[in-house]
């Protein structure tokens, strides 16, 4: 399209949404609203796949020791495991002290220790990683490094609690993708319906600008505009919707919620703009779906 | 009227027929028309007069037979070129065909914008034809609110504001008072003296009796001997 003609229909898209500016209002908010509930989903995912990857991050290695382990192996074993590419520093605790943390935490269930005849845990290494180690297939690896040692009896890592969120998370995400279609289409339709209904109501216009010689192009360019600004307009209207809700929320709560692991954060420029792009298209193919069935000659 | 080669036709019709389901709107055609020619297509009501116009601008297609405008033959063109050959018209409807929501300006306006002439040659010519049919003030008016009159002339400026080759005017005078009807027609022969070919359907005698132009009849479809005008003009210049 040439840069006069894109101007002209544009000049002319916006006159018909003043023209007609209650129908394509109705539009521009119902694609806000998809667009608010989509974007919800991608802050609430941006934020928990934050958390996780901060709690992945944040991973400690316990290796349990076996208990016929002598004390005398101890610094030796120190050592192998200081020698395992990525760890940082290695902390002994001993069953008795392990026993005597356990206690103070678990106060209100003393009576649970008053029976206890010998000390059940075993003596522990409490293993951190190096900064470039914190990621979560590194830490699988090294964990799996340090149970082959002899000495050890098992290692923990979280990996099962953790397995359990991801895949919560994951089904959650796969909900959201398919809610973000369900709505995806769902404008697509409203916009085609808005169309639809102002090219129903200019039919006559449309047929003498035939008439005089227009093409089909010059007769469907304004409405591919029109289609297109409505999604801008409610992708647009969507993102700031939810970044007032966002500020609102976080202005208030984020002291609460927010730890050393992660800090709240609204979702990525880059992902926005996806978003408003993807509505901008929904308007696009809403007038596509619209326009295909009329103006052939 | 004749199927031998003819150089100066810009409109060549050869056995053109129309049906609409049985009924036979039209018969047999075989015209031709001249370039610059003033044409007046004359018969009753129903004759086929607004049919045979209708098949020049592919407002309705042919059953059968060819018709040629301008090298153009209407049977074989590809519909992405029927707005080309629209533009080569300038049509005055029966019902004028004002879009009522767009103002006097840009109602005639659009005939240049589709073909994407720019913003200030079309502002210019707009202003110039409004002038000519006399209606320079009303250029921001709405279509309902002129006369019937008043919107004959939008239409005709709309018709030769592209400086079309050929102007079809369907029973322009069909619904005015004398006095428009006398105006409508002063343009449309100006029209003419500009060069123009131009085919007006009518059942109007004042009409037919002051253009001064070539008539032929129609009747229940088909055409009837052409006036004695016609045929007089054509053996003139054949000579």
């Known amino acids: 399209m040439r840069t006069g003609a894109f101007l002209f229909f544009t000049k002319r898209a916006f006159k018909d949404i003043r023209s007609n500016r209650f129908l394509h209002m109705v539009t521009i908010i119902t694609i806000a609203l998809s667009i608010l509930i989509v974007s919800a989903f991608g802050l609430f995912f941006t934020n928990v796949n934050d958390i996780i990857s901060s709690w992945k991050k944040g991973v400690r290695i316990m290796a349990y020791l076996n208990r016929d382990i002598e004390k005398i192996q101890l610094p030796e074993l120190k050592n192998q495991i200081l020698a395992l590419p990525g760890v940082s520093s290695v902390r002994f605790i001993s069953r008795d002290k392990a026993l005597k943390q356990m206690k103070q935490q678990m106060k209100r269930q003393a009576s649970l220790f008053e029976n206890l005849k010998e000390n059940p845990l075993p003596d522990v290494y409490e293993i951190r990683m190096s900064a470039s180690t914190r990621n979560w297939e590194k830490v699988e690896i090294l964990a799996a490094q340090i149970e082959m040692l002899p000495q050890i009896e098992g290692v923990e890592y979280g990996q099962k609690w953790l397995g359990r969120v991801t895949g919560i998370f994951n089904l959650f995400k796969f909900a959201g993708i398919v809610m973000c279609f369900v709505f995806f289409i769902a404008s697509v339709f409203i916009v085609a319906n808005t169309i639809r209904l102002l090219f129903y109501s200019r039919h006559e216009e449309f047929e003498i600008m035939r008439l005089v010689g227009a093409t089909d192009g010059f007769i469907k360019g304004p409405f591919y505009i029109e289609g297109m600004i409505q999604g801008v307009l409610g992708g647009l209207i969507g993102i700031a919707a939810l970044f007032v809700i966002y500020v609102m929320i976080t202005s208030n709560v984020e002291q609460g919620v927010s730890s050393g692991y992660f800090t709240l954060r609204f979702i990525p420029i880059k992902i926005s703009a996806g978003i408003i792009f993807c509505s901008m298209f929904a308007g696009w193919l809403g007038c596509y779906l619209s326009l295909k069935k009329f103006l052939t000659y | ?239």
Request: aromatic share 4%; no cysteine.
């Open chain 2, 1 to 239: 009227m004749t199927e031998n080669s003819n150089e100066n036709a810009i409109i060549r019709m050869f056995h053109v027929h129309k049906r609409f389901g049985k009924k036979n709107a039209l018969a047999d055609i075989s015209l031709d028309v001249e370039s610059n020619e003033m044409l007046l297509i004359s018969g009753p009501s129903g004759a086929g007069k607004s049919t045979l116009l209708k098949l020049l601008y592919l407002g309705e297609t042919l059953s059968e037979g060819q018709i040629l405008i301008d090298g153009m033959n209407l049977s074989r063109i590809a519909s992405s070129r029927i707005p080309i050959l629209r533009r080569k018209f300038g049509i005055i409807f029966q019902d004028y065909k004002l879009i009522p929501t767009k103002t006097v300006y840009e109602n005639i306006s659009l005939v240049l914008e589709v073909k994407g002439m720019k913003s200030r040659f079309i502002q210019k010519k707009v202003n110039s034809v409004l002038r000519t049919v006399g209606m320079e003030e009303r250029l921001n008016a709405y279509p309902p609110s002129l006369s019937g009159g008043e919107q004959q002339r939008i239409a005709v400026a709309r018709a030769v504001v592209g400086g079309p080759k050929i102007i079809l005017a369907d029973e322009p005078t069909g619904s005015l008072d004398p006095e428009s009807a006398s105006v409508i027609l002063d343009l449309l022969k100006e029209v003419h003296d500009s060069g123009a070919t131009v085919i007006i359907a009518t059942h109007d005698r004042e009409i037919i009796k002051k253009s001064k132009g070539n008539v032929i009849y129609l009747r229940e479809g088909r055409l009837e001997k052409p006036s004695k005008s016609r045929t007089e003009k054509k053996k003139t210049k054949t000579s």
